[in-house]
Structures are given as C-alpha cells and as structure tokens.
T-cell receptor
C-alpha cells in the first residue's frame, strides 16, 4: 500500500533522553513536513524539507533536529533541549507543485 | 499567512447539510483557502481548496464570497463519520515545491444521530 508510516504509534521516554521519531513515505513525494499538536490546539510546523539533503526550520524548531538523507525518510529527533516534548507528532508529505499534504497517523510522545 | 476565524463548535443532524463558515478578511490576492479535517487522534485529511471560484469535489463544496473575505465549507449530507475538527487555512503558494500550513484551532463538528 502507498502511504506515510510513522512509528511507533505511542512512545514513552524519560526526561533528558533524546528520542527519534520515524517517518517513511513510498509516494515518491519531494516535500516532507513535521508538525506538533498539543491537546485542543492546532498543528504547528517544526521542520520541512523540499528535497533530499535540504531542510528548513518551521515556527517551532528549537529543541528538534531532522535529516533528509533519502527521499523516502524524514526522521525527527526530539532532543533534551526541548522543554515540553510531550505532544502528538505528525509527519506529512506532498509532491512537487501539489496543493495538498498527505499526513501520517502520528506518534504520541510522552516524556516523564 | 492571513489569519482565519472559525466558530469553536457546531452541531449538525445526520443526513442534513453541514455548513462551516470561515472568515479571512485579510486574505491577499495570491492566497488560497484550504480546508482539512482531523478525526480524533488521526492525521489531518485534505478536503478541498480554492482561490476565488466555488469548488466541488466528492467530499464537499467550497463557497468563497466575491470579496474573498469569507468562505463556507458544505458537507451536503453529513454522516456520523464526518464528526471531526475542521480547519480553514489560508496559504500563499510560491510554486517553489512546498508550502507551509498554519493550523488554528478549527471548528469541532459533531454530527448528531
């Protein structure tokens, strides 16, 4: 099946640990995005990438890092510098020139 | 991006049309109106978008006022599966290959049996 996969669905970590969230797509899309969603709130853009080996900061990039070594993959690392990492993280992708973004099912991260 | 204003919540009877309003009074000439929805604990789903003409697809219709300061998303025959948060988003598309979506809090639509 074609689509975007995020794993795991639920993730638990201790405070002070870095954690990497996976995002893979087999849609051959050029652009990929990471969003964060807090309870009762809309989505906020963390990072996005238009092509391999290139990415830009979104509105709330502090405490996060990304890489784009392959077209299919855009992992997000939540570092210990992120003060409030507990949230629902969503990955999306879009083909070049398209108007819509396709979202994955999300990863719910809980840091205690 | 221009900001949007949506009601916090709405109810709709099953089988009736759901009309979701959105105000975007500061929209610029090159900005599109997008609608996404998010069913609880899932990723958002694209519904429809438009620039100035009314649009229709298999999911919904989008009515944009002539001055483009507001729009209405219409779900013609709402079902229980349409219960979700609906986001109205205004986006300037640069054509550079990607664009940023800024999601507000949206409208929580509850479809009532």
């Amino acid at each position: 099946d074609g689509g975007i996969t995020q794993s795991p669905k639920y993730l638990f970590r201790k405070e002070g640990q870095n954690v990497t969230l996976s995002c893979e797509q087999n849609l051959n899309h050029d652009a990929m995005y990471w969003y964060r969603q807090d309870p009762g709130q809309g989505l906020r853009l963390i990072y996005y990438s238009q092509i391999v080996n290139d990415f830009q900061k979104g509105d709330i990039a502090e405490g996060y890092s990304v890489s784009r070594e392959k077209k299919e993959s855009f992992p997000l690392t939540v570092t210990s510098a992120q003060k409030n990492p507990t949230a629902f993280y969503l990955c999306a992708s879009s083909p070049r020139g398209a108007y819509e973004q396709y979202f994955g099912p999300g990863t719910r991260l809980t840091v205690t | 991006d221009a900001k949007t204003t949506q009601p916090t919540s709405m109810d709709c009877a099953e089988g009736r049309a759901a009309n979701l309003p959105c105000n975007h009074s500061t929209i610029s000439g090159n900005e599109y109106v997008y609608w996404y929805r998010q069913i609880h604990s899932q990723g958002p789903q694209y519904i429809i978008h438009g620039l100035k003409n009314n649009e229709t697809n298999e999911m919904a219709s989008l009515i944009i006022t002539e001055d483009r300061k507001s729009s209405t998303l219409i779900l013609p025959h709402a079902t229980l599966r349409d219960t979700a948060v609906y986001y109205c988003i205004v986006v300037a598309y640069s054509g550079a290959g990607s664009y940023q979506l800024t999601f507000g809090k949206g409208t929580k639509l509850s479809v009532i049996p």
